[in-house]
């Protein structure tokens, strides 16, 4: 089965204690896609500027990612600037310039409004709102959001809520909008809110999902060199979405699996700036991490 994106695609300006980067691609749903390529076929839904080149379309291109859902709109696409501290899970955006992005209002093409998964990027979630009325009936709806949008427009956020079914977002967020400290209780809040998954991501320290009948803990991969966390949500949530959709079952015990699997994408993910490391994987590699990550918790019961 394939799998819907719509999100930002981005020119990026990152500084962390490692290194930096000017304008390179990214965006939620750059990541996003190519994280999911590795596991199906990817259609991408979202806008650029006349700036965007030749060379950006050719990375998604070289994975396979259909782009007819793709805008040019008149001016510049949109750019995000943030720096990073040694706490590689604490960012600071220094710059947002919404250019194109600003006037976007996402045109599903006939083609996609069947999907049976959808992935609605960090967008305004009216947007995101509009995308849920223009697709037929997905069987699996993930949703991603951020500070801003739970400050500014709560109302809007909570009605794409009710007809999601999975929510993916970092600890402060599920604090902010459950408004409880304690993370387990949060996520008891928000599965009221609508979706029956809520999966919170920890950065380096891995992500936790809660269900009404589960919770299962998964660590992050322990790694030697991180250059660059952008993107890193993104990239969970492409490799969850994408292995769920091609396995077309979604239940604990493939969600287990595919948390595991988005974990081994956003760790690739931050090995390397912008998105080289997500271009040239192999499946041989990723499944080498997979397994990685099966013996880093394996232990064995007492006698
Ligand atoms: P992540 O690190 O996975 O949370 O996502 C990082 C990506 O989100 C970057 O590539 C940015 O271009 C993109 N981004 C940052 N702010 C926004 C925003 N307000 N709306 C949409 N995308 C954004």
């Excluded at 947002?96 to 990027?121: S, W």
């Excluded at 492409?238 to 015990?253: E, I, K, T």
């Excluded at 998105?275 to 006698?303: G, S």
Aim: aromatic fraction near 12%.
């Amino acid at each position: 089965m394939s799998v819907l994106a719509v999100g930002s695609i981005a020119f990026d300006t990152v500084k962390t204690p490692f290194g930096s980067a000017q304008e390179v691609l990214g965006g939620s749903a750059v990541y996003f896609s190519l994280a999911a390529s590795y596991f199906t076929s990817v259609n991408l839904v979202g806008v650029v500027g006349e700036d965007f080149q030749e060379s950006h379309l050719q990375v998604l291109q070289e994975r396979g990612i259909d782009l007819q859902g793709l805008e040019t709109g008149p001016g510049k696409t949109f750019r995000w600037s943030g720096v990073y501290s040694y706490d590689l899970n604490e960012r600071e955006t220094l710059d947002t310039q919404l250019n194109v992005f600003a006037d976007f209002r996402p045109k599903i093409p006939e083609l996609y409004r069947d999907c049976r998964y959808l992935f609605l990027g960090n967008i305004d979630p009216d947007l995101q709102w509009d995308i849920l009325q223009q697709v037929r009936k997905p069987d699996f709806i993930s949703l991603d959001t951020m500070n801003y949008w739970i400050e500014h427009k709560r109302e809007s956020l909570l009605r794409a809520l009710s007809a999601v079914h999975l929510l993916t977002l970092n600890d402060g967020e599920a604090r902010q909008i459950s408004e409880e400290v304690n993370l387990v209780k949060a996520s008891r809040k928000i599965l009221e809110l609508g979706p029956r998954i809520v999966i919170i991501k920890r950065g380096e320290y891995g992500a936790l999902m809660f269900t009404d009948s589960t919770l299962f803990c998964a660590p992050g991969y322990p790694l030697e060199f991180v250059y660059d966390p952008t993107g890193a949500g993104d990239s969970f949530a492409g490799g969850l979405c994408g292995y769920l959709a091609n396995l077309d079952n979604v239940c604990d015990s493939t969600l287990r699996q595919a948390i595991i699997f988005g974990s081994t994408m956003a760790s690739f993910c931050v090995e390397a700036f912008s998105v080289q490391r997500l271009r040239n994987l192999t499946y041989a590699e990723i499944l080498e991490r997979y397994r990685q990550f099966r013996h880093l918790t394996h232990f064995d019961d007492v006698p």
